[in-house]
């Protein structure tokens, strides 16, 4: 099995910024992809940011200039630095990892951001 393990979500002042890890672990073949999703009440999960192992990156419009997403191989860790947070970014945050060696993809328990004043 997989392990994705979270960390790094609060409550945040408008403006202000965050920084989300997630750290892999257990019977990982080989890793594609890792990234970060994010799901607000009463709306379906979207892509936030997302690496390759050709360290090529996909972000959603909404966090382009305000996301830097940076991934530490060797360690098998993926960091998402938010900044100019809005209400909006207001959700929690899957830290996500596509296995090409199984086949599959894999997803940590969330963690809650808000942004409030």
């Known amino acids: 099995q997989v392990q994705l393990v979270e960390s790094g979500g609060g409550l945040v002042m408008p403006g202000g910024s965050l920084r989300l890890s997630c750290a892999a672990s257990?019977?990982?073949?080989?890793?594609?992809?890792m990234g970060w999703h994010r799901q607000a009440p009463g709306q379906e999960r979207e892509l936030v940011a997302e690496i390759r192992n050709d360290d090529s990156t996909n972000y959603a419009d909404v966090v382009k200039g305000r996301a830097t997403i940076s991934r530490d191989k060797a360690k098998n860790t993926v960091t998402l630095q938010m900044n100019s947070l809005k209400p909006e970014d207001t959700a929690v945050y899957y830290c996500?990892?596509?296995?090409?060696?199984?086949?599959?993809?894999?997803w940590g328990q969330g963690t809650q951001v808000t942004v409030s004043s």
């Open positions: 257990g019977r990982i073949f080989s890793i594609y992809l």
């Open positions: 996500a990892l596509y296995d090409s060696g199984r086949g599959g993809y894999y």
